[in-house]
C-alpha cells in the first residue's frame, strides 16, 4: 500500500466530488479547490467556538452566587446535556455521512463510474477504498467541525476538557468510518445493478429499485444510533448491551474518559480502530469482487419485437406523449443516478416509520394525530416536488433527440405532469395507507387526509415542473442535479411554503383534537385548502408551459 | 425551374461575439445531394440546427418543402431526418426500444413499423443486438440507431451531419448508396462531411463553409473552374478555396 498514491487519489476523489455538482465557472476558482472545504471546517469550528464560549458566559452568569435552586438545577442539567453530547457525537458521525452519501454520493451517473479512470490505472482495491473513504470523510467533515466547535468551551467549563479531545480524535475516526460504509454501501448497490442487468428481464427492473431501497434502508436503520438505542431500550432495557454493538464503542471509549476509566479507554479505543478498520477490509472486499470496471452488454428481453398500441393512449395521451412517458419511467428504474431521487423519499419516510414504530411502547404513529399524518404530508410534498423538477432536466445531454423531434412543447410538458402525477399519487397513496392503518384513523380524517394530501400532491407537481422547465440542468456530470441548484433551494421553499398553507387544516384539526375543551374546528379551512391548491397548481401549471415553450424554441445547452 | 425542396436566405446566428454563421443563402433541389464542406467550427452544425429549428436564425429564413421553419417548426421536423454530429440517444433504452419510441414520435402505424426497423437491423448489421441496452452499444453501432432513426419515418429532406463517422466500411458504403437510391426517388440531402473523398464519390453539388460564410458552391467541376485548378481532387480545391494549403511549416514544425 502506497500512502502517496492514496493521497493523490484522496485529492483528486474530492476535487471531483467538488467539481461533479458545480458549473463551469470559474470566477470563484477556489471555490473548486479541496482546500476550501479546510478553511470552512475552520471557519465553521471557530464560529461555533465563539457561540459555545457565549453560552458558557451566559451560563456562569446564570448559575452564578445567588442563583436560585431552579437555575442551579438547570446548570445541572445543562452540564449533563454536555456530557451526553460528547458521549454520542462519535456514535452519531457514521450516520450522518451515511444519510450525506445517500443523498450525494449514490446519484453518480453509471456512465461516469464506469469509464472511471482507476480501473485501469495501476491501483489496488484498497488503495483505492481507502482514498475514497477519507474523500468521502473529508468532504463531509464540517459536520464534526461545528459539533466539536460548540462543545468545545462547555467541555472545558465543566472540567470534560480531556474528554472532548478524545471525542475529537474518535470523531475524526468514525467520519472515516462512515466513509467505509458508504463505500460498502456503494458496491452493495452496484451489486444489486449488476445482477440484476446481467440476468434479469423487464419486470425484474422494479426488483432492482425495491432491492436497492431494502439494502440503503438496512443500511440507514442499522447504523441510525437513535433507532438501535430504542431498540436496545425495547428488547433488553440494558445499556450493557452497547458493549456488544461497535457502533457504540467510540461511545464507551468516551464515557470511560468522562469516568476516569483507562482500561476501558483503552478497550473500545482499540476496539473502534479494529471495527473502522474491519470495515475498510470489508468495503475493499466488497468492491473487487463486485466492482464492474466497463459498461457491459445487457439484454433486456429475447423476444421478438411486436410493436402494440400503447394503453396510455386510452387515457387520453397522444402517441408521443404515450411514447415519452414510456421512456421515462423506463429511465427511472434502469438509470442508477435517477434510482436515488425516487430511493430518497421512500427510504426518508420509511425511516420515519421505524423511528416512529421503535421510540414509543406504542409507536408515535400509533398515537395518531400530527405524527401519523405528516408522513403522508411529507411523502405527498417533498417526493412530488423532487420527482417533478427533474423531470425535464433529467433528459440529460439526450433532450437534443426531442429537439429534432415533431413534439410540441406543450405535449412534453403534458408526458412529463402525467408521469411525476402517477407516480407522486401513487407514493401518496401507499404512505397514506401505512399511517392511516398504524395510527388507527377515523374514516373521516382518513377522507380529509386523502383530499389535502391529494391537493398537495397535485399543487407541488405543478410547481416542481414550473421550476425544473424553467431552470433545467442538462449537462452530464458525475452527480447530475437536473435543476439549477440555486432554484432548486427556492423551489424547495416555496413548495414547502404553498404545501404548509394547505396542509393547514390537517394542522389546526390535529392540535384542536390534542387539547381537551379547544374550540370547534372551522371546517371551512378545508374548501379553502382545496381552492388554494386549485389557484396554485394552475398558476405554476400556466408558468410551466410557458418555460416548456422557452426552452423548447431553442437549444441552447 | 426547378422544385426546390430546401432554401436558406440571409442566414446568420451569433453566439455572443463569435459569427457562426453569416449570411449564407444556399438552396437543394429535390433529389439532390448537396454536401456541405469546411473545417472544425466553420457553421455547418449551426447551419444544420436551424434546418431543423432546434437554432433560432438571427436574421434569415429557412423554407423546407414550402414549410418556413420559423412558423412551423414541428412541420418541418415530420419531414426532416436528422442526424446529429454526436448522437446523444437514450442509452439506458435497447435499441429496439428507441427505435419503437422514434417511431411513435413520428407516428409511424404500429403494422409498418416492425417491417421497417426490421428491414433497417438487418441492413446495418444491429440484428442480435436490438435487445440489448445503447449503453453498451459500440460508438459505430449507436451511429447506426441514429441513421435508423432518420430513415424510419420516410423523410423528405435528410440532414446528415457527419453521418457515416464510425461506421465500418461495409455499413458505411450501404448508407452511401442508400443515400444514392433515396435521392433517384426524390429525397434531398444535406450531407456535412471532413472526408473529401466522400463529398466527392456521393455529392451532386458542394458548398465549402468557412468561418461562417459559403466560399464557393456549385459542383466539384465548377470548384475546380473558381479554383483554377483543373484536374485537382477536391481536397486540393478545399484547401486552396479555404486558403489553408500551406502546412508544410506546421508539418515541419511538428515532425521535429
Not at chain 1, 34 to 43: E, H, R, T, Y
Not at chain 1, 535 to 551: I, M, N, P, Q, T
Not at chain 2, 62 to 75: Q, Y
Request: charged letters at 15%; aromatic letters at 10%.
Amino acid at each position: 500500500m502506497n500512502p502517496r498514491k492514496i493521497f493523490a487519489i484522496t485529492i483528486a476523489l474530492s476535487k471531483s466530488q467538488l467539481r461533479a455538482s458545480r458549473g463551469g465557472r470559474t470566477s470563484l476558482s477556489f471555490l473548486r479547490k479541496p482546500s476550501i472545504l479546510l478553511i470552512l471546517d475552520i471557519a465553521a469550528f471557530a464560529i461555533c467556538a465563539i457561540l459555545g464560549y457565549a453560552g458558557v458566559t451566559l451560563l456562569r452568569e446564570f448559575a452564578g452566587p445567588g442563583a436560585s435552586a431552579g437555575s442551579l438545577q438547570a446548570y445541572s442539567e445543562v452540564e449533563k446535556g454536555v456530557r451526553e453530547a460528547l458521549i454520542f457525537i462519535p456514535v452519531f458521525v457514521p450516520g450522518m455521512v451515511l444519510i450525506a452519501g445517500l443523498l450525494f454520493e449514490l446519484n453518480v451517473s453509471s456512465k461516469f463510474s464506469a469509464s472511471d479512470t482507476v480501473n485501469w490505472l495501476p491501483i489496488t482495491q484498497a488503495e483505492y477504498v481507502i482514498a475514497s473513504a477519507l474523500s468521502v470523510a473529508y468532504n463531509y467533515s464540517i459536520s464534526v467541525a461545528i459539533a466539536l466547535g460548540i462543545t468545545l468551551a462547555p467541555s472545558v467549563y465543566f472540567g470534560y476538557g480531556w474528554a472532548w479531545a478524545g471525542v475529537a480524535l474518535v470523531s475524526i475516526l468514525t467520519l472515516f468510518t462512515g466513509g467505509a460504509l458508504v463505500e460498502i454501501l456503494r458496491a452493495a448497490t452496484n451489486r444489486v445493478s449488476s445482477v440484476v442487468m446481467k440476468r434479469a428481464r423487464r419486470g425484474a427492473l422494479f426488483f432492482r429499485l425495491a432491492l436497492m431501497v431494502v439494502i440503503i434502508l438496512i443500511f440507514e436503520t442499522v447504523f441510525n444510533p437513535t433507532i438501535l438505542i430504542s431498540v436496545v431500550n425495547t428488547l433488553s432495557g440494558s445499556l450493557s448491551v452497547f458493549v456488544f454493538i461497535p457502533l457504540f464503542w467510540g461511545a464507551l471509549a468516551i464515557e470511560g474518559i468522562v469516568n476516569g476509566e483507562p482500561l476501558r479507554v483503552l478497550v473500545f479505543s482499540a476496539g473502534t480502530v479494529g471495527f473502522t478498520a474491519a470495515l475498510v477490509w470489508a468495503a475493499t472486499k466488497v468492491r473487487s469482487r463486485y466492482w464492474s470496471p466497463a459498461a457491459f452488454s445487457v439484454s433486456i428481453t429475447s423476444s421478438e419485437y411486436a410493436p402494440r398500441s400503447s394503453s396510455l393512449l386510452r387515457m387520453g395521451l397522444s402517441q408521443g406523449e404515450a411514447a415519452i412517458v414510456r421512456k421515462d419511467i423506463k429511465g427511472i428504474t434502469r438509470r442508477r443516478e435517477l434510482l436515488s431521487f425516487m430511493a430518497i423519499p421512500i427510504v426518508f419516510v420509511a425511516l420515519f416509520l421505524v423511528e416512529s414504530i421503535t421510540s414509543t411502547p406504542g409507536g408515535i404513529a400509533s398515537e395518531g394525530g400530527f405524527f401519523a399524518d405528516f408522513p403522508t404530508l411529507f411523502a405527498a410534498s417533498f417526493f412530488a416536488l423532487l420527482i417533478s423538477s427533474i423531470s425535464f432536466g433529467q433528459e440529460s445531454k439526450s433532450v437534443m433527440v426531442l429537439y429534432s423531434l415533431p413534439i410540441a412543447p406543450g405535449e412534453l410538458l403534458r408526458a412529463k405532469a402525467f408521469l411525476a402525477l402517477a407516480f407522486s399519487l401513487g407514493a401518496t397513496f401507499a404512505t397514506l395507507a401505512i399511517f392511516s392503518l398504524i395510527g388507527g384513523s377515523s374514516p373521516l380524517v382518513v377522507v380529509e387526509n386523502i383530499t389535502i394530501a391529494v391537493s398537495i400532491t397535485v399543487e407541488e407537481v405543478c410547481v416542481g415542473l414550473a421550476f425544473g422547465a424553467r431552470f433545467p440542468d442538462f449537462q452530464e456530470r458525475p452527480r447530475p442535479r437536473f435543476i439549477d441548484p440555486v432554484w432548486l433551494l427556492v423551489m424547495t421553499v416555496a413548495g414547502l411554503a404553498v404545501a404548509l398553507v394547505t396542509a393547514l387544516p390537517i394542522i389546526f384539526r390535529d392540535i384542536l383534537t390534542a387539547v381537551p375543551g379547544a374550540l370547534s374546528f372551522p371546517w371551512y379551512l378545508f374548501p379553502a385548502a382545496w381552492v388554494f391548491a386549485g389557484v396554485v397548481s394552475v398558476l405554476a401549471y400556466r408558468f410551466a408551459r410557458g418555460s416548456s415553450e422557452k426552452l423548447m424554441a431553442e437549444y441552447r445547452i | 425551374m426547378e422544385e426546390l425542396a430546401l432554401q436558406a436566405s440571409s442566414l446568420s446566428k451569433s453566439f455572443g461575439a463569435l459569427k457562426a454563421v453569416n449570411g449564407i443563402d444556399f438552396t437543394i433541389r429535390r433529389g439532390e445531394i448537396l454536401g456541405l464542406l469546411g473545417p472544425n467550427g466553420s457553421g455547418k452544425s449551426t447551419t444544420m440546427k436551424m434546418i431543423l429549428g432546434i437554432l433560432k436564425p438571427d436574421a434569415g429564413t429557412i423554407v423546407v418543402e414550402g414549410i418556413d421553419v420559423a412558423r412551423d417548426p414541428i412541420g418541418v421536423k415530420r419531414i426532416v431526418g436528422y442526424v446529429p454530429e454526436t448522437p446523444q440517444i437514450y442509452d439506458f433504452l435497447t435499441g429496439i426500444e428507441y427505435l419503437d419510441f422514434i417511431s411513435d414520435m413520428y407516428s409511424i402505424p404500429t403494422g409498418e413499423r416492425a417491417s421497417r426497423i426490421g428491414q433497417f437491423l438487418d441492413g446495418l448489421q444491429l440484428r442480435g443486438h436490438e435487445n440489448e441496452l445503447i449503453s453498451g452499444y459500440s460508438q459505430g453501432m449507436k451511429q447506426k440507431v441514429a441513421i435508423i432513426s432518420a430513415l424510419i419515418h420516410r423523410p423528405k429532406v435528410l440532414v446528415l451531419d457527419e453521418a457515416l463517422n464510425g461506421l465500418d466500411p461495409r455499413s458505411a458504403k450501404l448508407v452511401k448508396d442508400l443515400l444514392r437510391s433515396l435521392a433517384d426517388e426524390g429525397v434531398s440531402v444535406l450531407f456535412s462531411t471532413h472526408v473529401l473523398e466522400i463529398a466527392e464519390a456521393l455529392c451532386d453539388d458542394v458548398a465549402i463553409m468557412y468561418q461562417g460564410s459559403i466560399l464557393a458552391n456549385g459542383t466539384i467541376s465548377d470548384l475546380r473552374q473558381k479554383a483554377g485548378l483543373p484536374g485537382s481532387t477536391l481536397e486540393e480545391v478545399f484547401l486552396k478555396i479555404t486558403g489553408t494549403g500551406d502546412l508544410g511549416d506546421v508539418v515541419k514544425e511538428l515532425s521535429r
